[in-house]
């Protein structure tokens, strides 16, 4: 049963609680962790201190948040609360992608990497039609040319390229 204050609250009420908790678990792990993070320098005034204006941010991150966690008017979790985590989990997804290509652009090289992740990224955004797909695979190859070849970006190449023939393998570690 729902209660007057509850029933006035004129905010969105969905994600509210669990945005609150872990606003607050994060500030106290945070402010937890100074200690070994920063440090107290000897003859060194009060507010010059390293550590001082991290933990009043952190203290004042963990403070505030409490607060705002104890003026919650409901204390218990709804559906809208388990669907609006599920869209904030959604946007995980595309870090992930990210770090797979991180971790195989030095395996299997820019070029490689860059071609397969943009039509991938490309078809999961949901455009699936021949020429979308196709120009981002344009798209990739300008990439690639762009950053290594006029920026000239040094960006490690692949180890697959040392199954390459020597000046093949010197032109794509350079250029691709």
Same mark, same amino acid.
């Given at each position: 049963m729902t209660t007057e204050r509850e029933?006035?609250?004129?905010?969105?009420?969905?994600?509210?609680?669990?945005?609150?908790?872990?606003?607050?678990? *994060?500030?106290?792990? /945070?402010?937890?962790?100074?200690?070994?993070?920063?440090?107290?320098?000897?003859?060194t005034k009060f507010f010059a201190q390293p550590r001082f204006w991290p933990a009043v941010g952190l203290g004042g991150m963990a403070v505030l948040g409490? *607060?705002?966690?104890?003026?919650?008017?409901?204390?218990?979790?709804?559906?809208?609360?388990?669907?609006?985590?599920?869209?904030?989990?959604?946007v995980l997804e595309y870090a992930v992608w990210f770090m797979a290509y991180? /971790? *195989?652009v030095p395996v299997i090289g820019y070029l490689l990497a860059t071609l397969i992740f943009m039509p991938a990224l490309t078809w999961r955004m949901g455009y699936r039609s021949r020429l979308i797909l196709w120009?981002?695979?344009?798209?990739?190859?300008?990439?690639?040319?762009?950053?290594?070849?006029? *920026?000239?970006?040094?960006?490690p190449g692949g180890m697959i390229?040392?199954?390459l023939p020597g000046a093949l393998r010197g032109f794509f570690i350079l250029y691709l």
């Open positions: 029933r006035r609250f004129a905010a969105p009420r969905r994600g509210q609680l669990v945005f609150a908790l872990v606003f607050v678990a *994060l500030s106290i792990l /945070l402010l937890s962790q100074i200690g070994h993070q920063t440090v107290w320098a000897a003859k409490g *607060l705002h966690l104890y003026h919650l008017p409901w204390k218990r979790f709804t559906s809208s609360d388990r669907v609006e985590l599920r869209r904030w989990a959604e991180v /971790l *195989l120009s981002s695979v344009v798209f990739a190859v300008a990439v690639v040319v762009l950053f290594k070849t006029f *920026l000239s970006v040094k960006i390229y040392e199954y």
